[in-house]
RNA sequence: GCCGGGGUGGCGGAACUGGUAGACGCGCCGGAUUCAAAAUCCGGUUUCUUCGGAAGUGGGGGUUCGAUUCCCCCCCUCGGCACCA
């Protein structure tokens, strides 16, 4: 087969032979060790982009290597099927989005074939589809049953002109992206899930989960944001009902100067009945939209209610006002405002000429002027009567302990996390189970009546869900009292089908339970991978999820994933790939040119998988030479015939040098691919190695031996990355045996050992020599060897060596 | 605004636990091969330089014999912020 490297015989000859013997297709072996190997299914959005190619090839590295180490593994793929995208691309096209999805899905699924990932297609999931969509209906109804599912009032972004919710990402710059209406604020009733009472478990779990990044732990913490603070009532004057705050600085409490409360909150609504401006000012804040990076940006304004509240302590009177930054769906819908030590009080006191009082000063008793900077740091309590001279902590104790004595309030634990709403107003999504009776109020749909199926065949025109114009899906009778009752038309949000998928791999053609044996056999995933921008909310449902489940009875882990990989985005100048820009690139055209193993082979090269990775057509050419180059060099070396195997008694300096260099790559991509996941470095010393084969040019009996030795690791450790050109390799090389089965190259350690090893001399922490000495050669030798030299003593230039550091294998440093 | 990343030659990146900055690749320059080109192969390639060296990892400071690596301050940039997925 002395042929030119042609990629695409290559590659379709490799699927075939994988796809005849089902070589990826893995059953539960109880004596087998098992490697469940995950990556974040993808939206079928229509095409295969650059970003989905590259998580999937790092993760079917991962999964090729572990095979290669004997796990039994299994990487399975699926479908993120409902979504909004599919509603646009109906209302733009007049696509029913059921055809829409599954149409793409066949399309992707075909590019995925063509780029040879090692799934087992037999588990393929399907969000959208009935059969999966069923087992989180039925866990919704004993959801309800636990009490662990709710119904309140939330905000959502109403755009008046079209009549309709919108996303986040639907409103630009507060208007609707199609009406260009100004959005409002508007509530509406909507199902939370009680995320937050598992928030203790999941924020003290974080600390025994060493498999997953820092950075992401942190931001989850964050997120979680646990505070210890109280809770107390102040008085209204003139009100019947007191006005209940949360605060983390009880210490402060004699600072408090003016209270603030939300839009929404009945205190303001009640005022704004006689007060046409405070009514004005509470419509003005309605014209927001609901993200919070925008209330965290936005102008903070206010307006006095005319209304006080009473000061615990001190009886005295502070004003209440109603301000844009208070939102009632955060903590109780007010604050107690001490603008001496907080930033955004101190603001707002500025603006508005209230009262700043101190009641903090600086521990070490320095002076601070809290009229000419707030001052947010804990210190020592000045101005608060009896607590004057106490620490934070003793402040915090003494003051807590009052409020809990005078029955006002009591210490509390608070979460930044807030329950998650599930309920979107939208068509393409899973119907939420539950039917709204006259008399019965929410009754959730009877496990024998589900699943509840979404109708596929419908026009979708962007004003509304066409659900609610569909009596058939409606109208229904109550599952309680029998009478005529209506079916709830809001979906689940999309995060709910991907919060269990990766247990439902195990077992997706259960039809009598949601998970069953073989979920208990592969979970938790070994093995995670996905973008970045999941770090918090995909990964944070799953987790609560999983618990859920747990508590269900399904399963008995805790955790779905132990090791996690967060990989970064492909930029194409600098910037993310989108049509917007005109920037993308489309994987289906390179995999054309150049076959897939050079695209999977680039995406591994260009950049660690954490970190962005710059698109470069001229980086991608260069992945193509080195395929054609390790082509070459198998190829050259097989036509003279099968070497046979080496014998380390007969080696020349030369052969022994390329041996070790062998080995020492085997030492070095086994730890880039296991433990450190870094597939750059390990592709480079594959290069470096293939490079030194190339160079030997050594054909003697013992040199073509060494260089056998040397091709047969390189095929294998590249495989991982570029399996098709490996396989057909391996065969040219002779062996009667399939890549895939083979196991990972072992490193001889006896084929590592110098007799000589090179070392670098600094004078003064600057490189002044190298020597060469005896690899077991004394600390006291390196030293002699080392001040013997003549480079060194020129920069010595006869000052007294003050001292000398010896860094074993490594330098010497000398220090005059 | 808040939380979490990132910033190293012309470019992508390497340097893993504080120890030779620039591995590997791209690009570029020179050479071989060719009628010529493509492809391929070989060599060179941080900057400045008085050719001895000197400077250099976003900027400023610090710790250390020694800092891309640790600490403090700042700048730029990317991701997330609960209805994009």
């Not at 190298?770 to 230039?797: H, M």
Request: net charge negative; hydrophobic share 40%.
């Amino acid at each position: 087969m002395s042929t030119p490297y042609n990629p695409e015989a290559v590659e379709i000859a490799a699927q075939k032979y994988w796809d005849d013997a089902r070589s990826f297709e893995v059953g539960e072996d109880a004596d087998k060790d098992k490697y469940y190997c995950l990556t974040m299914f993808p939206y079928p959005s229509g095409k295969l982009h650059m970003g989905h190619v590259r998580v999937f090839t790092i993760n079917d590295v991962i999964a090729r290597y572990h095979r290669l180490q004997g796990k039994h593994v299994l990487q399975p793929m699926g479908w993120d099927a409902f979504g909004m995208p599919a509603e646009n691309a109906a209302i733009q096209r007049g696509v029913p989005p059921a055809k829409w999805t599954y149409s793409n899905i066949e399309d992707m699924r075909g590019q995925l074939k063509r780029l040879g990932y090692a799934y087992d297609w037999t588990r393929e999931v399907t969000t959208c589809r009935p059969e999966y969509y069923r087992w989180e209906q039925w866990l919704f109804t004993k959801m309800f049953a636990k009490g662990l599912v709710y119904r309140k009032n939330s905000i959502v972004n109403w755009d008046p002109v079209d009549q309709t919710v919108l996303a986040n990402e639907q409103v630009i710059d507060g208007r609707g992206w199609r009406s260009d209406a100004l959005v409002e604020r508007r509530e509406i009733p909507q199902w939370f899930m009680k995320i937050t009472d598992y928030a203790d478990e999941m924020l003290a779990e974080l600390d025994r989960m060493p498999g997953w990044p820092d950075s992401v732990k942190t931001m989850q913490r964050n997120w979680i944001g646990r505070s210890e603070g109280v809770e107390l009532a102040f008085d209204v004057v003139g009100e019947e009902t007191p006005l209940t705050v949360y605060t983390t600085r009880p210490d402060t409490l004699m600072g408090v100067t003016y209270m603030a409360v939300a839009a929404e909150h009945p205190l303001a609504s009640k005022a704004a009945k006689n007060n046409p401006d405070v009514a004005a000012f509470i419509e003005d804040c309605k014209q927001t939209d609901a993200q919070e990076a925008t209330l965290e940006t936005m102008e903070k304004k206010g307006m006095a209610l005319g209304i006080c509240a009473t000061h615990p302590i001190t009886g005295e009177e502070v004003p209440l006002w109603v301000a844009n930054f208070v939102l009632m769906s955060y903590g109780t819908g007010a604050v107690m405002a001490v603008p001496g030590h907080d930033e955004r009080d101190w603001e707002f006191a500025k603006k508005h000429d209230l009262p700043i009082k101190q009641v903090i000063a600086p521990s070490d008793g320095s002076e601070i002027d809290i009229d000419a900077s707030v001052y947010v740091d804990k210190g020592v309590l000045v101005n608060s009567g009896d607590y004057d001279g106490l620490d934070y902590d003793a402040a915090f104790e003494g003051i807590a302990d009052w409020i809990e004595a005078s029955g006002r309030g009591s210490r509390k634990v608070n979460y930044r996390l807030r329950d998650w709403g599930v309920s979107r107003q939208r068509y393409w999504g899973t119907p939420i189970p539950i039917i709204y009776c006259d008399d019965c109020d929410a009754v959730p749909v009877p496990e024998e009546q589900l699943p509840v199926i979404l109708p596929e065949d419908v026009e979708v025109t962007g004003t509304g869900s066409p659900l609610k114009d569909m009596p058939e899906f409606v109208n229904v009778a109550c599952p309680q009292c029998g009478k005529d009752a209506r079916r709830e038309t809001d979906t689940f949000d999309t995060f709910v089908e991907s919060s269990w998928y990766f247990a439902r791999y195990a077992c997706p053609d259960n039809d009598s339970a949601m998970l069953d044996e073989r979920a208990s056999y592969w979970c938790p995933v070994d093995q995670y991978t996905g973008g970045v921008e999941h770090a918090i909310l995909h990964l944070l449902y799953s987790r609560f999820f999983q618990r859920v489940m747990r508590d269900e009875g399904l399963t008995s882990e805790s955790e779905p994933f132990t090791n996690l990989l967060t990989q970064g985005m492909v930029l194409k100048d600098g910037a993310k790939m989108s049509k917007a820009k005109g920037n993308t690139v489309d994987p289906q055209q390179l995999i054309e040119k150049y076959g897939a193993d050079t695209v999977r082979l680039f995406m591994m090269f260009a950049a660690p998988p954490e970190q962005s990775l710059e698109w470069s057509d001229d980086g991608v050419q260069g992945s193509f030479r080195f395929l054609k180059r390790f082509w070459t060099a198998v190829v050259e070396h097989a036509t003279k015939g099968v070497a046979g195997d080496v014998d380390t008694g007969t080696l020349n300096d030369t052969q022994k040098e390329l041996r070790r260099k062998t080995h020492q790559t085997i030492a070095k991509i086994s730890d880039d691919i296991g433990r450190r996941h870094s597939f750059n470095t390990a592709v480079a010393a594959s290069m470096e190695l293939l490079n030194a084969i190339n160079k030997l040019g050594d054909d003697s009996e013992a040199g073509r031996a060494v260089q056998r030795e040397a091709l047969n690791a390189v095929v294998i450790m590249l495989s991982p990355m570029v399996p098709h050109i490996c396989h057909a390799l391996w065969q040219e090389l002779g062996h009667e045996t399939v890549l895939i089965d083979q196991n990972w190259p072992k490193v001889d350690e006896s084929a590592l050992a110098l007799d000589l090893i090179d070392l670098v001399v600094q004078v003064n922490g600057k490189l002044r020599a190298r020597i060469s000495i005896a690899a077991d050669a004394s600390n006291d030798a390196v030293e002699e060897l080392a001040l013997a030299d003549t480079n060194v003593q020129r920069f010595i230039d006869g000052n007294a060596v003050r001292k000398v550091i010896v860094v074993p294998g490594k330098l010497v440093n000398v220090v005059v």
